[in-house]
Each structure stands twice: as structure tokens, then as C-alpha cells.
């Protein structure tokens, strides 16, 4: 069982999850994430040997439609939010990003 | 002109738009007067939106014939900003989305107003609903009407502090580990949370989808029965919706629990995470009074062991933190929302995406993004994740060998009254406790209600909360409403009325 969390797999997770996270938010949430995962602990002593998971509690599951195509959002709707955006060019509409390949 | 009356329920208020005794536009007046006038000092909502609200109750009143048997004509209500309102700024509290305007409405949103309802606001909330104060939004903390330097609860605080404040008979608010009923108790209301599935999450900013699901806040219980009938069902827009029959839940409010079972699971009372000392001395006290109360109505009291419900806020806070890890990565700057600055020449896509979620998130989504990604990631997901899956069974299971004896379980809702501003902020696994007695009903998809049960001494409501079998909120709704009928705690009115 792991027995806590160290600032590097801190460092880790938080490129894992996109966040770029200053030196005294990895301090902060090495400690509370230390603290937590020492309370969740408590699970390790439940025999759970043959007990199934359960991933949510719809009764069985969620509904199937047809794969029919069905209108949805008007691109200028779409693209009404978006902090950048080309709006029917030439090329068409859509949402523009930062350069992908360096 | 008529004085307000700041008690009117939605069944009064609709009823007097109904019979021409008062136009929509009156009773939209007044409460858009009132929280100009109370707001200030609470901050229960982020936007009003009063002249798309006048404009509405203007239609209702011209369109009189057409809306004569809606069940919430001109109702006013309030909605938690992490529902979509079609054109009206929706920010979950949170900076990245502090400038989104949905295109659309929630489908809970939408029933609502072919209903006859009119929208005068956004609410305040937890940021993306993570949290137990209404401290984590973005935009500052609500405060409790009973108490200007507590805590309403959360994460619907801002919703609670308006119906119990009487800004509005009805506020929507979501619940995905309490979210709903423990606010309603801290602010000496009613909230319910119904069963998984039963109301369409179709337009709700998504924080854990196994676990969230919107409900009702009001001032009596008749009430939340009249706002869930008009709220549930099935939906095409979300495939977890339930398809089971919607019934008028306001015939199940009889009056009448003669021969009902309630649970009282003794056991996790005394032995929950806070220990025996856990419960306030005058929560406890209020609780048993309350179940006395019940007894006293004729209904059968039973002591139920619910063996694996202590370790809910443990299974809790690994599932709802790894489905939130995956739900809130969307945000990202490119589709809407916050974008962090870049600089063209040296910045590429993966570190703007890392900016903007730096710079638009606060600390508790970050932390809960944190921790669901670790438990989810390779090497601790057995360890934590799938064992907190296999233990929500068994939580599961408790409640359902309790169902074969029991019709509800009783509970206090919250194990304290409101908390003062800032007490819990630097400690969040003790923030994270306080949902002992609330975390298990989403773990197990089940309806439950809060109901106010009483006041401490200092003045502060305390709630009591009554968990059901899945799809029967008219068990809990019925105790729930004969409880109410003998003691009527929702008539006293807060100071900051």
C-alpha cells in the first residue's frame, strides 16, 4: 500500500492532468492529498473478495437510441463562446488553438 | 397596494395568479424588490435577471387562458449556476467559466417554464458544486440569512439562503454528495434530492455523473411535491434519465403514516467518523425529539445496522473526485471559457491548456482534479478506485437489506448547524466529514429529503433528513409532510428577512 505521497508524483499527476501548478500549491496539496489518502486507508480493512464494482446506479443502465442524425448546435452557436475562433471563412468555421507541433 | 407576504409558498403564490387575485408581474416585482433589498448582505445569487423576468411574467399575465392550470404559474424561482439557462450567463462560480453563455436550457430549467415558472436568477454555489459553504466560489461566499457570519452550507448555498431568505418560494440546486439537503438544513429549509435518475442531468455542468442529481428547494414539503412533479421524467437528451412512471407526488401527502417503519441506524450514529462525539449535543437532541414526533403520529420506529455506511465519505471522495477528474477535463480554453494569455511564437496548445486550468480553476477543483487523477492513474487505481467501487456495493446493499424491514431512514442531516465563515476552509478532509450522513444516498442512487426539525438555542435551524427506496420519494415525502404538519418549523422567519 502506498504510504503517502511524495512532491514528485505530485509533480506527476499534475501534468497528467494538465494543471500547471505553482511550487506552493504542490507543497499544499502534497500535504492534503497525504492527509486524505491516509483517511481512505480505512477501506483496505473491508473484504470486498467477490464483491462487484458498481460504476453507477441506473437501473439497467442507460438507455439506447437510434444512431439517427438529429440537428444540433448552428456553428455560430457553437463557436459563440469560444475564445478564438474563425467565423465563416473561406475555409469554413472553427475554433483556433495555440500552434500543436513545435 | 399589498403588503408582500414573505411566507407565500408556490402553491399560494400560483394559486393567486390563477384566480386573478394578483398578476405575475406583482409577485415578480415584489421579488425582485426583495432581493435588492436583502441581497447585498447574503450574496445568494451571481445574476439577476430582472427584465427577462418581467418580461416573462408580463407574457404569463397577457396570456392568462393559456396558463390557468399550470402547476408553477408565475412562480418565481431561482437556479443554481451550474444549470444552463439559454442566454443567461452560466458560471458554476468558477472563473474558467466566468463569461459562458449557454446556447441552450437545462431540461430541468426548460420544465420549469412550461410550467408557468419565472426565472429571476443564477444562484451562488461551491465552485462546479465541490464543497459544503458555498466558501469555494469564485465570486465570493454566501452568507446564511440566519446568521450574516456562517455559512448557508453548500454547494447549492446560494439557493438555499434565497428560498429560506424568501426571495423566492423555489430555487433548483443539485446534489451529488449532499449538495441539496445540506444546505436546505443549515438554512432552515426543505431540500430534496431525488432518486438517481429521475431527474433529467441533461444542461447540469457535469462534476460526477454516477452521483449528481438536481432536486428542489423550498419552504414546505408540499411544495418540493409540487416542483418534482413538474421536474421529473424521462428525458432523450440524458440516457440515464429513468423511464419509470412520474406520479402527482402531492397525492402521497396525506397526513397519514400510521404503520409506517422508519430506520434509525443507531449503530452509525454513535460510531460514525466523528465518533460519539461527532453529533452536536443539540442536533442529536433535535433528532430524537423528531423521531418521537413520528412515533407519536403512529409510525413504527426500528434500529437498522447500515455496517458499511461509516466508510461512505471515504468511497465518496475517490469516485466523485475520479469522475470529476475526467468530467472537468473539457475545460481546456478552446470551446469556452477562460483562455490563460500565450505568446504566439513560443507557446504551443499543452501549455496554454495547462495555464488556463492553472489560472481558471481555484484550489478545491484542483485538488479534487489532483486526487482523482492519482487514484485513477496506473498503480493506485485497484487500490482505490475499484476497491471504493466494491465497497459502494456494499453501502448499497446495507441500504437495501434495511428497505426489507424499513420504508425510510432517519438521519440529522448535517452532524452541526452552520459553521462560521472560514472555520473549515484550511482543513479540507474535516469539510469533507460533514457529509457523513448524506454521501451514502448518492452512493446508492436513493431519494432523501431534508426537513427542518428544529433550532439550536443560538437560533440556528437544524435539519432532519428521511432516505428512501429508489423511485419512492412519496414514502419520504409523506413522513417528511406530517412531520412538517405538527411542527411547522418553516413558518419562523429569518432575521435577514
Known sequence: MPAGVTRA?????????????????????????????????????????????????????????????????????????????????????????????? | MTTPAPSATIRELRDSVRSGARSAVEICREALARVRASDPALHAFHTVTADRALARAADLDRDRDRWRDAPLTGVPVAIKDNLCTRGV???????????FVPPYDATAVARLERAGAVVIGKTNCDEFAMGSSTENSAFGPTRNPWALDRTPGGSSGGSAAAVAARLAPLALGSDTGGSIRQPAALCGIVGLKPTYGRVSRYGLLA????????????????????????????????ATSAPEPVLDYTTALTGDIRGARIGVPSRLLENGPGGPDGIDREVAGAFRTALDAFASRGATLVDVDLPHARHAVAVYYLVA?????????????????????????????????????????????KRRIMLGTYVLSAGYYEAYYLKAQQVRTLIARDYERAFERVDA????????????????????????????????????????????????????????????RRFDESAVLRLADAY??????????????
Open chain 2, 207 to 238: 462534476f460526477a455523473s454516477s452521483l449528481d442529481q438536481i432536486g428542489p428547494l423550498t419552504l414546505t414539503v408540499h411544495d418540493a411535491a409540487i416542483a418534482l412533479n413538474v421536474i421529473a421524467g424521462a428525458d432523450p437528451a440524458d
Open chain 2, 484 to 497: 412538517e404538519r405538527d411542527t411547522n418549523w418553516w413558518k419562523r422567519e429569518p432575521a435577514h428577512v
Open chain 1, 9 to 102: 508524483q505530485v509533480e506527476a499527476i499534475a501534468a497528467l492532468a494538465q494543471l500547471d501548478l505553482d511550487p506552493s500549491e504542490v507543497e499544499l496539496f502534497t500535504r492534503q492529498l497525504c492527509d486524505i489518502l491516509a483517511y481512505v486507508d480505512e477501506l483496505q480493512q473491508i473484504d470486498t473478495s467477490g464483491v462487484p464494482p458498481t460504476s453507477h446506479v441506473a437501473p439497467g443502465g442507460a438507455s439506447d437510441r437510434p444512431d439517427e442524425v438529429r440537428p444540433s448546435l448552428d456553428p455560430p452557436d457553437a463557436l459563440a463562446n469560444a475564445p478564438d475562433a474563425a467565423r465563416e471563412t473561406p475555409l469554413g468555421s472553427f475554433f483556433k488553438v495555440p500552434r500543436v507541433i513545435g
Open chain 2, 89 to 99: 450567463r452560466t458560471t458554476a462560480a468558477s472563473k474558467i467559466l466566468e463569461t
Open chain 2, 409 to 468: 431512514v432517519a438521519m440529522p442531516t448535517s452532524p452541526t448547524p452552520a459553521f462560521p465563515i472560514g472555520e473549515r476552509v484550511a482543513d479540507p478532509l474535516q469539510m469533507y466529514l460533514a457529509d457523513v450522513f448524506t454521501v451514502s444516498a448518492n452512493l446508492g442512487g436513493l431519494p432523501a429529503v431534508s426537513v427542518p426539525c428544529g433550532f439550536t438555542a443560538g437560533g440556528l435551524p437544524i435539519g432532519l433528513q428521511l432516505v428512501g
Open chain 2, 321 to 365: 473526485t475520479a469522475e470529476a477528474s475526467s468530467n472537468l477535463a473539457r475545460y481546456d480554453g478552446v470551446r469556452y471559457g477562460f483562455r490563460a494569455p500565450f505568446d504566439r511564437h513560443d507557446d504551443a496548445l499543452g501549455s496554454m491548456y495547462a495555464r488556463t486550468r492553472a489560472g481558471g480553476f481555484g484550489p478545491e477543483v
